[in-house]
C-alpha cells in the first residue's frame, strides 16, 4: 500500500481509505510540477485520478508557501460557475464588478500556490480557459488538473494514469504481495470478511480477478465488497459469466470502459429493487448529502418510503456505492463520480422519473433555505452557515434546474431571494448576483417574489461597490413593494436605499434616512436581522458624524434583543459600530473589547467584509495604545483580508482615512525594517490565523521566546499552549485553562504545527520533552 501518508493540507480531500501504491506515478508528477505550471492526470474513469491528484498535492504541498486549494467540479454543471468555485476554493470573496475570471486573476497574481481542478471532463472550455487565464496573468499558480481528456493548451503537460499493474496470474506470484492491484482488492476485502489475507492458495484467483478487471480500482473495489458474500473463485467465476454474456462469448478482452461499466452493472444488480431505485433518484443530487436530503429526494410515498431510505442508503454503503464521510451536521454521503453518472443514466430510462426526483430537490433545498432564513435572527448561524456551504452543490443544482426546466423560473426566483442572508452575510455577493440575474431576467411579472429578487440583488450590487445599480434596483424593489401592498419587502428596500446612501458618503441624508426608520419601528412581516440593521446603520452614520454618545446609545438599546434570541451577526455589526464609537471618545480599552467580541463573532458566520472592517480598527487601536508592532500585524492581516475581497477597501471614506492615519503612525514608531517584518507576519495570516493572532493576548516575540531548531520562535502564549498539548489536553480543555476563545486556542495549535514543521499533537509533545 502507500505506506505513511503525508502531512495533509486542511483544504485537501480527506482519505477514507488506504491509498494504493502509485510510487512512479507519484515520482513523475512530483517531477512535472517541478518544471510545468499545468499538469493534467489523465486517465479513464475509475483509475483512482482523484486520489492520486490529492496525494500528489499533499506530497508537493510545502513547495507552495500560499497552500494547495482543491475545487471540487463533479457536481458543477454550468461552466459560468468555474471561476466562482475557483476563487471559493481558494478562499477569495470577489466584491468587485470585474468579470469572475479576471478579479480571480487579480487576487492571485502575487501568490504561489497549487489549485487542483478535479473531474473536468465535463466542463472542458471553462476549465482550459481557466487554466490559460492563471498560466498567462500570474506567475506562481500551478494547475494540477484531472480529467478524461485531455484540456488541449500548449502548455499543458500530461500524465497517463493507468490501471493497476497486475501478475501473469499462471506465472511466478511468490512476490504478488508487491502488486498494488492484489493489494488493493485484500485490504478492500479485510475489510468485509475480517482476517482476509493474500496466501498461496488464493493468489492466482485474486491476480485473475484483478486482471479480468483490467487493474481499474474503482472496478477492483466493487468486486471485493462481494466477498462477504463469495469466495474469491466463485467471484471470479460470475464475473467471467457476466463478461461473456456481455461480449456475446468472444474471447477478445473488452475495451476498459466496458470492463468498469460490467462491474458496476453487476453491482447494482446485486443491488435491492429499492436499493437501485435510491441510487438512481440520489444521482440528482450535487456533491455531498445527509440523509434527511436523501430521504426528501429519494422517497416519493409510493415506491419508496422515507422509512426505506435509511436501509437503502445503508446497503449502498456497504456495497461501496455511496460512500460516507464527515460533515458540519454529522455523517453525509457522496456518489463517485463515474456511479452517479451511471444512476442518472438508469434514473433518465424510468419515464418522468428524473425531472420528479429533481422537483423534491428542488423543493427540498427551498424548505431548507426557508427555514434558515425564518431561524437566522437566533442562534445555531454558526452551523446555518456550515450546514448551506455543505449543501451549495444542492443549491446550484436546484437554481439551475429551476431556471432551466419549463414551469419551474418562479421557484428559483424564490430559492434566490430567499437566500439572501447566505449571499450578503457570508461573503457570496457574487454567485448571488449570478443567479438572481439570471431569476429576474426569466421573471418580469410584478411579483412577491419579484420584489424581493430586486432589493437582494441592490444589497448585493452595494457589497460589490456597484452603488449606482444598486440603488436603481432597490428603489425598483420599493416601487414595487409599495405597488404590492407588501410592507415587509418595502422595509427591506428601504434599508437597502439607506446602505446605498451611506456607502455613497451622503451621510446626513443616510443619518435623516434611518433615523426615521428606526423611529417608524419594525414593519409587519420585516426580518428581525434587517430590523436590527436599522438600528447598525444608524448608529454607523451617527458614528462617522463624530456624534459618539447618540451612536453607543442606540447600540447598547439594540443589543439585549440580540442577546435574547443568542443571535451573532447583528450583534458583531452593533458591537463593531459601538467600538468605532469607543475610538472617537477616545476610550481605546472599551473600544478594543468590543472590536475583539464583534471579530469573535464574524469569524463565525463567515463575515469575510465585517472581519477586514474589525482588523483595520483593531489596527488603529493598537497604534493609539501605544503597541506599533501589533498594529503593524494586524495592518498586514487586515490587508490580506481585503486582498481576497477586492483589490480596493470596502467601507467609508472617514474609515479607509482612519486606516491610512494608522499606518503612518505606526511607521512613525518603528523603523522600517521593523514594521515591515510585523506588517509580513500579519499579511502571511490566513482568515482564521489572521482573527486568532487579533484575539489573542500575543506580543512580539522576544529573547525569551522558544526557539525551535529550524529557528522559528514560538510566542510566550504558543510556548504555554504547546506545554498544554503535552499535557494531552484538547483544543476546547486549553481554551478553559487559558480562559480563551476555543477557535483562539485551535489558532495558537495550528500556528505551532506550522511554525515546527509538524503534522500532530504527538510531534509537538516529544518536541516539548526535548526542550525540557
Not at 31 to 49: D, F, I, N, Q
Not at 70 to 83: E, K, M, R, S
Not at 508 to 524: D, K, N, S, Y
Not at 675 to 704: H, I, K, M, N
Request: proline content about 4%; hydrophobic content about 45%; aromatic content about 4%.
Amino acid at each position: 500500500m502507500g505506506g505513511s501518508a503525508p502531512r495533509r493540507d486542511r483544504h485537501l480531500p480527506a482519505e477514507t481509505t488506504s491509498f494504493v501504491d502509485r510510487r512512479d506515478e507519484l515520482a513523475e508528477g512530483r517531477e512535472l510540477l517541478a518544471r510545468a505550471r499545468l499538469v493534467t492526470l489523465t486517465g479513464p474513469g475509475g483509475v483512482g485520478k482523484t486520489r492520486l491528484a490529492a496525494r500528489l498535492a499533499a506530497r508537493v504541498a510545502r513547495a507552495f508557501p500560499d497552500g494547495v486549494r482543491f475545487v471540487h467540479l463533479a457536481g458543477l454543471h454550468d461552466p459560468a460557475l468555474v471561476p466562482l468555485a475557483a476563487a471559493d476554493a481558494l478562499g477569495l470573496h470577489d466584491h468587485s464588478t470585474q468579470p469572475p475570471l479576471d478579479a480571480l486573476v487579480d487576487q492571485v497574481r502575487d501568490r504561489r500556490l497549487l489549485l487542483v481542478v478535479d473531474n473536468c471532463e465535463h466542463l472542458l472550455p471553462a476549465c482550459a480557459e481557466l487554466a490559460a487565464a492563471l498560466l498567462h496573468g500570474t506567475t506562481g499558480v500551478r494547475v494540477l488538473a484531472t480529467s478524461r481528456h485531455r484540456l488541449g493548451l500548449t502548455e499543458e503537460h500530461l500524465l497517463d494514469v493507468r490501471p493497476l499493474p497486475v501478475p501473469d496470474p499462471d506465472g511466478d506470484l511468490s512476490a504478488a504481495d508487491g502488486y498494488p492491484a492484489l493489494a488493493l482488492f485484500a485490504d478492500r476485502a479485510a475489510a468485509v470478511v475480517p482476517g482476509f489475507r493474500l496466501t498461496a492458495a488464493n493468489r492466482a484467483a485474486v491476480a485473475r480477478l484483478c486482471r479480468r478487471l483490467d487493474g481499474l480500482p474503482l472496478a477492483i473495489e466493487l468486486a471485493a465488497v462481494r466477498m462477504r458474500v463469495l469466495g474469491v473463485e466463485q467471484l471470479l467465476d460470475r464475473l467471467d459469466d457476466r463478461y461473456r454474456l456481455l461480449n456475446a462469448g468472444s474471447p477478445a478482452a473488452l475495451p476498459r470502459h466496458q470492463t468498469l461499466c460490467a462491474a458496476i452493472d453487476w453491482s447494482h444488480e446485486l443491488c435491492t429493487e429499492r436499493e437501485q431505485l435510491v441510487w438512481a433518484r440520489a444521482s440528482v443530487l450535487a456533491g455531498s448529502f445527509d440523509l434527511d436530503t436523501a430521504e426528501a429526494v429519494c422517497a416519493d410515498g409510493e415506491k419508496v418510503g422515507a422509512h426505506d431510505v435509511l436501509e437503502a442508503v445503508a446497503g449502498l454503503v456497504d456495497k461501496s456505492v455511496l460512500c460516507r464521510e464527515p460533515g458540519p451536521d454529522g455523517v453525509r454521503y457522496r456518489l463517485l463520480f463515474t456511479l452517479r453518472h451511471y444512476g442518472l443514466e438508469r434514473l433518465r430510462r424510468l419515464p418522468g422519473e428524473e425531472t420528479a426526483a429533481r422537483r423534491r430537490q428542488r423543493d427540498w433545498m427551498l424548505a431548507c433555505a426557508a427555514a434558515h432564513e425564518r431561524a437566522w435572527f437566533g442562534s445555531g448561524q454558526r452551523e446555518t452557515v456550515a450546514r448551506l456551504r455543505a449543501d451549495q452543490d444542492n443549491l446550484r443544482a436546484a437554481l439551475d434546474f429551476c431556471l432551466t426546466a419549463p414551469g419551474e423560473r418562479l421557484a428559483g426566483l424564490r430559492l434566490a431571494g430567499t437566500l439572501w442572508f447566505y449571499w450578503h452575510a457570508c461573503g457570496a455577493p457574487r454567485e448571488g448576483r449570478y443567479w438572481l440575474d439570471r431569476a429576474l431576467e426569466a421573471n418580469p411579472e410584478p411579483t412577491p417574489e419579484r420584489a424581493r429578487g430586486l432589493w437582494v440583488a441592490g444589497l448585493l450590487a452595494a457589497a460589490t461597490q456597484d452603488l449606482t445599480r444598486g440603488l436603481g434596483l432597490a428603489r425598483d424593489a420599493r416601487r414595487l413593494a409599495r405597488h404590492l401592498g407588501d410592507p415587509a419587502e418595502t422595509a427591506h428596500a428601504e434599508y437597502v436605499i439607506g446602505v446605498l446612501q451611506l456607502f455613497g458618503n451622503d451621510l446626513q441624508i443616510a443619518l435623516a434616512h434611518f433615523e426615521t426608520a428606526v423611529a417608524r419601528g419594525r414593519a409587519p412581516g420585516q426580518h428581525l436581522s434587517m430590523h436590527g440593521l436599522d438600528k447598525v446603520e444608524l448608529a454607523c452614520a451617527l458614528a462617522l458624524l463624530g456624534q459618539a454618545d447618540r451612536a453607543v446609545a442606540v447600540c447598547e438599546a439594540a443589543l439585549p434583543e440580540c442577546a435574547e434570541h443568542d443571535e451573532d451577526w447583528v450583534r458583531s455589526y452593533l458591537l463593531r459600530i459601538l467600538a468605532l464609537a469607543h475610538t472617537v471618545r477616545q476610550d481605546w480599552p472599551r473600544a478594543e473589547r468590543h472590536a475583539l467580541d464583534a471579530l469573535r463573532r464574524k469569524l463565525d458566520v463567515h463575515d469575510v467584509i465585517g472581519i477586514g472592517l474589525t482588523l483595520d480598527l483593531l489596527a488603529v487601536i493598537a497604534a493609539e495604545r501605544g503597541n506599533p508592532e501589533r498594529a503593524a500585524v494586524l495592518l498586514g492581516a487586515a490587508d490580506r483580508v481585503w486582498a481576497d475581497i477586492d483589490k480596493g477597501r470596502w467601507g467609508s471614506d472617514a474609515l479607509n482615512s482612519a486606516r491610512r492615519q494608522c499606518e503612518e503612525r505606526a511607521r512613525a514608531k518603528l523603523d522600517e525594517s521593523a514594521f515591515q517584518r510585523s506588517y509580513e507576519r500579519g499579511s502571511a495570516y490566513g482568515l482564521t490565523e489572521a482573527v486568532a493572532y487579533a484575539l489573542s493576548d500575543e506580543q512580539p516575540p522576544d529573547d525569551t521566546s522558544e526557539r525551535p531548531s529550524n529557528g522559528v520562535r514560538l510566542t510566550r502564549r504558543e510556548t504555554e499552549v504547546a506545554a498544554l498539548v503535552a499535557e494531552g489536553l484538547a483544543n476546547q480543555q486549553i481554551a478553559d485553562r487559558l480562559v480563551i476563545a476555543r477557535r483562539t486556542a485551535e489558532g495558537h495549535v495550528e500556528r505551532i504545527l506550522s511554525k515546527l514543521g509538524f503534522s500532530n499533537r504527538s510531534q509537538i509533545a516529544a518536541w516539548v520533552a526535548a526542550q525540557r
